[in-house]
Structure formats: structure tokens, C-alpha cells
């Protein structure tokens, strides 16, 4: 196995490699993150048909299949059967909202029956959330390889415009082309990730199905079916949450805002954050990961409850995610805040940010919520950007009502956010 | 029609053209379409002897040396990112003020800040040589160099040289480890 470098351009058969029979692996470990062979016509997408991934996963004659999934996306290429007006092949991975370097691993591996190469991407990128990995290409008569690491921060869409094609418009075959033109469906790639995200949980988290289900029953209802928005999760970590954490209602909750993702998040992703008397980033929760994803948080209770440095960093991470979607903050806490000044003002000042936030009460009895009632009907924010219920511990709240109460007063957000030009 | 060269290929410029006098030695690449830092792309000459090496640091003509002593070589100027058509960078050689004792003049492109920014010319599209008359810019040969070099950061784009009582030149493609200075200390220019 060789080692390639970025910027290298290498006859397949200086690798030992067979063009009719190529096994490539892309290994990246970065949840969410879609790997794609383009088959391109002198660097332009000029047949859908040729673009596979998860949603089209063989191009028409087999040429190019999608032969696995998850961490390691493996394609089998037979470049040799590929019809004369497809000159190349790019492979891209692309994450809608991270960039890709993000992974903690991101290589290729090239394999044949004999040879090979393998290519470590990830020591290449910047910012990109869209990167062409390696490319495939005629020349002279025969296929070379092609190690491009380099891509788009502006992510897939950039990268398709590079192509010359736009997303979910049509792309009709060149007429140079001698197969036939591709039906003219666009790809809805927001559908079609929705789809794939259940098909994941039918597979990976059965019993996480129905909660998806139930969630879009509540999302539909409130015609948020199209809805698309980040989803951050942030937990109370005080010391009198801890008979939640061990009882695992936490954990259901946790899969109660995954289940939320996956129909409001393109990567059915959510962003996890602890608070006590200081607030932690906790990485993101996937299907992936869903399973056992509260106890490998090694939650360390803190003696205090402190809204505002975990809603400072939700808005920082909401900023720096570029504010282009919203996002729904689902927060967590069996109890008042400290220093509630402090709290006031980062709920006023958030009111011109695209962040809905939404105070589940856990009412372990005895406690008193007259300041989440105060901040759902505090008065001088822009739009009313936010709702709180409670719930009594422990939680036996059937779904179905458990998700209207999570979802209640979003669209009445959207709708106020986006008249006072908050929202796109 | 120009002669278009492969790696290696030579053609007699003043068989080209018989009243050859100042030639335009043109270089040009794409610039990168994709985000991260441009390419920045240098062109370098050097005057070399019959040994290869050259007399003096005077015959190395680069982005901080623009004119050779005599004044028979010129380059005009830096372009940081390759962006407009044409010629990206371009030396100015008057092949009648050669010295005598001048044989040859390689012509180079290095990648600034190649290392730290990750950069070679495997990543960089379109990169040609070619080599007009100055005196009615009729293109007398060029080099596309496209496949011919991968993850070098220096390269020699090609050559000039007397042969007989001729102006030659040749489409060498050779890539240089190590970038501009290692190049230039082989050619024995002290940096």
C-alpha cells in the first residue's frame, strides 16, 4: 500500500491497480459527513445519473456502486464500462454544517486485487465543508489518480456550482451525451436525508423509529414538516438532577431531542451542552451514537444552577455556525437560576437571534419555576423567543404529548421571527 | 501555427523566426478555484555558463532582482494569483545582448510559501511556457505542462540555449526539491 501525498497524478497502474475493478474506502469519522462519486464530463456535471450516494447508490450500468456506508464509505468502480462522455470521476465528502476536517480521521484507501494506495486528507483541510477527496481521470488513453484535498467552505452547494450544476435543479445530459437524459426529478436531497436518517434508525435504533415518527406528527401539525434547524440540547447538571441521570430519564430525553433532529436537522444531529455553575460544550449526539450517549458523558454534578454561561454558549456556537438556521434550543433544568439579571439580559439580547429557546421544568416537587414562568412572558424582547412547561419527576409523560410540548409556540416563533426579518 | 512541445521536446527559435531578436518568455497557470490561499506562482531565470552554473548572483533574476547587469534579461513583475488571461508572469530576453559567455538560461517556477500553505504543482491547473517574439508577439512554441509534475514545488519550465549559431529552446518539466533556494544554490547562486 503506498502512501500518496496531496497533488499527486498517478497512472493507475503504477499502483498495480485494475480501472475495471477498484475498491475504494473512504474512512471519515465525523458523524453526518456524506461521501459522493461524481461522474463528471470534462469537470462539469453534466448527467445526474452519475452523481452516487446514498440516495442513487449505482450509477446506470453499475459502473460506479455505493458499496458501503457509515464511518467507511466504500464505493467498487468499474471505470473502464463508463461511457466515453464521463472523463472522470471525483469522490467529495461534504457535511452540512462542520467543517469536514472536524473528523478525526479522514483518509482513501485505493485497492485493487493487487496494490493499492492510501491518502490522508485531513492534514490538508481548512475550513471546507465540501472536499473533492481524489479524482479518476482519462489520460492518454488510460486512468490515472488524482489526490485533490481541497474543496469549498460554502459546503455541497458551493461544491456542485463548481461543477457547473445547481442542487435540486435540473441538469440536463449534454447532447454530446450518447446515453440516454436522466428523468428530469430533481434531487431533494432535505427528503431524501430525512429518509435516510429513518432508515438508519430502522437499522442501527429501532426502538428510536417511532419517537421520529411521533416527533413528526407534532413538527406536521404545526406545518414545520419543512422545518429545518439546528438542535442544541443542554443539560442541568446539578446535584439535585442526579436521580435523573441515574434513573435514565436523561438519556430518554436526550433520544426525545434525537428523535426531533432527525426530522429538523439535515444531519440529524444535536449539539449537547452541560451547565452547573459552568457550562461545557458535550460533543453532538447521533444515531450513531445515540446508545448509552448520558453515561459516557462521565456527568460530573456541579453544586449550582447558572443559566447564562450556557446560553452565552449556545448563541456563540449558534454565531459562529453562521446563523443561517435557526436553532432550537431545548434546555433542560430542575431548577431556578442564579443570578438572574445576567439571565434576563442574554434572553432580551437573543430575542434578535435566530434561537428559539425552549425550558422543559422537571419538577422534582417543592421546587419553585416562578422565573422560567417570569423569562417565557418577559417583556422588551423582539419576538417572544420562548416557551417553558414542566414536567412532574419522574417522567412519565406519554410521547405524543411530550413532543406538542416541546414543539409548542415554534411556528408562532418562525412566524414572528421572520416578520421582524430575524429569519430568512 | 506555433510548434506546441511534450516533455523534452526542442525547437530552434531562430529557425522559427529568422529575424529573431527579443523574445517574451511567457508563463501562466490557472488560478485556484477552489477556497484557500492562492497559488502564488514565481518565475525565475538564471544565466548559466557552459559549466550550468551561473557567474555571478547577478545572473539570477528573480521576483527581488528584476533585470539582469547588462539588462538582456527583464522580468516584469509579480503576479500574486494567476488571475487574468494569458501570461501570468513574463521575462523580457534580448537574445542579441546575451554575454557570449552566457549558454543557456533556465527558466524556473517556484510556489511561494509552498510548505506552509501545503502547496505543490500537482494542485495547480493549466500551468504552460511559451516563448513569443517580442518584436510582432507571434507565439513561437509553448510547453503545456499539465501532467507532468505532481508534488514538486519547484520546476524548470524550460530552457534556452545556443546551439551552433541558433537560439534554442528546450521543454525540460523537471521538478527541484526543496523550492527556489535549494534551486538557486545548485545553479551556484549564494542565498
Known sequence: MTALQAGQRVPLADLNLDPAALDVQVHCTLPGTDVTAF?????????????????????????????????????????????????????????????????????????????????????????????????????GGAWRLATVAQGFDGGLDALVRHFGGEVAADSPALASDPTPPAPAAPVNLRKERQRVLLDKAQATQPHLVNLIKTANVSLEKRGLGEALYRVNLVLDISGSMSREYRSGAVQDLAERALALAARLDDDGLVDVYLFGVKAHRAGSLSLDNARGFVDRLNVKLEGGTHYSPVMQLVREDARAAGNTLPTLVLFITDGGSSNRDAVIRQMTDSSREPIFWKFMGIDQGGVNFDF????DDLRGRAVDNADFFSVPAPITTPDPQLFELLVNELDS??????????LR | ????????????????????????????????????????????AFLLTAAGRVRGDHDFIFYNQLRSAEGSVEHTGDNRTGVGDGDDESIRVDLTRIPADIEKIAVAVTIDQADARRQNFGQVGGAFIRILNEDNSQELTRYDLGEDFSTETAVIFG??????????????????AGGLGPMARNYGVNV
Do not use: C
Open chain 1, 39 to 139: 461522474g463528471l464530463q470534462d469537470g462539469r456535471l453534466a448527467d445526474d445519473r452519475y452523481m452516487v450516494f446514498y440516495n442513487q447508490p449505482a450509477s446506470p450500468g453499475g459502473e460506479v456502486r455505493l458499496t458501503g456506508q457509515g464511518e467507511r464509505t466504500a464505493f467498487t468502480l468499474n471505470l473502464n464500462a463508463l461511457p466515453a462522455s464521463v472523463t472522470e470521476v471525483v469522490l467529495a465528502a461534504t457535511h452540512d454544517t462542520q467543517p469536514v476536517a472536524q473528523a478525526g480521521t479522514l483518509t482513501v484507501t485505493v485497492g485493487g486485487a493487487a496494490g493499492g494506495g492510501s491518502f490522508d486528507v485531513k492534514p490538508h483541510l481548512r475550513a471546507e465543508k465540501a472536499v473533492m477527496l481524489v479524482r479518476f481521470y482519462r489520460h
Open chain 1, 372 to 375: 422560567l414562568e417570569k423569562l
Open chain 1, 413 to 422: 416563533w418562525q412566524r414572528s421571527a421572520q416578520a421582524a426579518g430575524i
Open chain 2, 1 to 44: 501555427m506555433a510548434l506546441s512541445l511534450q516533455k523534452g521536446g526542442n525547437i530552434s527559435l531562430s529557425k522559427q523566426d529568422a529575424n529573431l531578436q527579443r523574445i517574451l518568455v511567457g508563463l501562466g497557470w490557472d488560478p485556484r478555484s477552489t477556497d484557500g490561499q492562492a497559488f502564488d506562482l514565481d518565475a525565475s
Open chain 2, 159 to 176: 530552457e534556452i540555449y545556443r546551439y551552433g549559431g541558433e537560439w534554442k529552446f528546450r521543454a525540460v518539466g523537471q521538478g527541484f
